[in-house]
């Protein structure tokens, strides 16, 4: 099962939408203010699309789909969160519309001061 998991972040690392590859820009490398981000990250039984162990913080992005799904995604956010995970969660337009706030919005879960 776990192999199954990990086969499945690769296709979604290989297939990321514009959105996941605009903000990985920002968080691959560490360069998000020392921050390490992992994209695609198993966890448990789901896959989250960025992940900064640190800072045991989720951050995920949301296409239009995510509408229908919203309970499965409540449901989801109820699991990280009963493990110590905090998770904020940013639409696909959000990101490409207003990179700006979004960057700063990790920034303040992340608790790192303005620069």
Request: glycine share 4%; charged share 35%; net charge neutral.
């Amino acid at each position: 099962m776990a192999s199954e998991r990990r086969e499945f972040a690769s296709v979604l690392r290989k297939q990321q939408t514009r959105a996941e590859d605009i903000l990985w820009i920002c968080l691959r490398g560490s360069r998000f203010h020392g921050a390490k981000f992992r994209r695609q990250v198993p966890f448990d039984r789901l896959v989250d699309d960025f992940y900064c162990h640190a800072a045991k913080l989720v951050v995920e992005l949301d296409g239009k789909q995510h509408e229908w799904f919203a309970d499965y995604d409540a449901e989801r956010t109820k699991v990280l969160e009963s493990r110590g995970v905090s998770v904020i969660r940013f639409t696909n337009a959000e990101v490409e519309g207003d990179l700006d706030s979004v960057v700063a919005r990790i920034r303040e879960a992340l608790q790192l001061p303005f620069v």
